[in-house]
């Protein structure tokens, strides 16, 4: 199911809690029903046999209206959709933020320092995934992305520890979640040591993202920044 039309069952069944539904069986016409959701009789009726269909009422067709009843599994629904909203409304931050920067190629860095074992094993552990050996480079290029990737380092992220070998030191790392192009999930990588200023984000997934989402130097990218609850 796409999630517009998710969207739209989710939306028609708060309208029959609103009418009691989750709590008693109502007696609904899908011409209230249809006044209720601003759209066609037709539509209202086709949502109602859709849920049922679902799982989430239970309808029976009287000559009077339609006896709905919200079962357990659509309560279920209602209740994700509460918590969803309380987050949102009482979060001290934005449960995540959406950015926008151009591919470019980068200094070859990325996968010298994902190659590091010690770096590798807290991606693992930390976010959940093995990490491809490079990074996807986006540059910013509006004032607006550059002051949300400001905001963004200010929540709390992911902390990756530095390390030191018999080589030199190297520094810890700061890890958001992402969703690439609301298809693929990765992390965006802030590190204290970087030759890149801000206005450059560097991304890791488990993944070549180049080849999975075919990218090439200048295609513009979104990435959604998940902050941490």
């Known amino acids: 199911m796409s999630e517009g039309y998710e969207c739209r069952y989710l939306f028609t069944l708060l309208k029959l809690a609103e009418m009691g539904a989750h709590r008693r069986t109502a007696k609904i016409s899908t011409e209230y029903l249809a006044q209720k959701l601003d759209t066609s009789q037709q539509t209202a009726s086709r949502y109602l046999i859709q849920l049922d269909h679902m799982g989430w009422i239970k309808r029976t067709a009287t000559p009077e209206g339609c006896l ?83 905001e963004l380092e200010a929540y709390p992220a992911v902390e990756v520890e530095g390390f030191m070998n018999e080589d030199r030191t190297f520094g810890p790392v700061k890890c958001y979640p992402v969703i690439i192009e609301n298809k693929v999930k990765g992390a965006l990588i802030l590190a204290l040591r970087s030759h890149y200023d801000v206005s450059v984000l560097e991304i890791i997934a488990p993944v070549p993202l180049r080849r999975q989402l075919n990218l090439k130097d200048g295609h513009k990218v979104k990435i959604e920044a998940l902050t941490l609850p």
């Open 68 to 150: 709905i009843r919200i079962t357990d599994t659509g309560t279920k629904e209602l209740n994700k959709l509460h918590q969803t909203l309380r987050f949102v409304m009482e979060s001290t931050y934005p449960p995540s933020i959406t950015l926008e920067g151009t591919v470019f190629t980068g200094l070859g860095e990325g996968a010298y320092y994902i190659s590091k074992e010690n770096y590798r094993k807290q991606f693992i552990e930390k976010l959940g995934f093995d990490p491809y050996p490079g990074t996807l480079n986006l540059k910013l290029t509006t004032d607006y992305d550059t002051k949300a990737r400001n």
